[in-house]
Nanobody, 124 residues
């Protein structure tokens, strides 16, 4: 059974940092990617960043490039999202998901396996 468990969300002031973790189990990470997505009420879920378990290829959406860094510890089946220079518009529920491991140069497409989400709130 695929399981994805996020942790690390919270409240932070603008300009601050947070690190999110996604602990994954039930699948072979080397065959997939894991991605971070976020959603605010009334809007569609947005792909933020993904990383291939096969070769470490990464994807970032334009709004977080240079501020967020995705990484993985394959031995622990855990993916991290280091978020820096946070802005109020980064406020959202952040989810990790199993993702398609190809085409990460241009997009990150999730499979229908999601964590429960973790709230990130950035105050101004």
């Amino acid at each position: 059974e695929v399981q994805l468990v996020e942790s690390g969300g919270g409240l932070v002031q603008a300009g601050g940092s947070l690190r999110l973790s996604c602990a994954a189990s039930g699948f072979t990470f080397a065959r997939y990617a894991i991605g971070w997505f976020r959603q605010v009420p009334g809007k569609e879920r947005e792909a933020i960043s993904c990383i291939s378990g096969k070769d470490g290829t990464t994807y970032y959406t334009d709004s977080v490039k240079g501020r967020f860094t995705i990484s993985s510890d394959n031995a622990k089946n855990t993916v991290y999202l280091e978020m820096g220079s946070l802005k109020p518009e980064d406020t959202a529920v952040y989810f990790c998901a199993l993702a398609v491991p190809y085409g990460l140069a241009i997009q990150c497409i999730p499979y229908d396996y999601w964590g429960q989400g973790t709230q990130v709130t950035v105050s101004s």
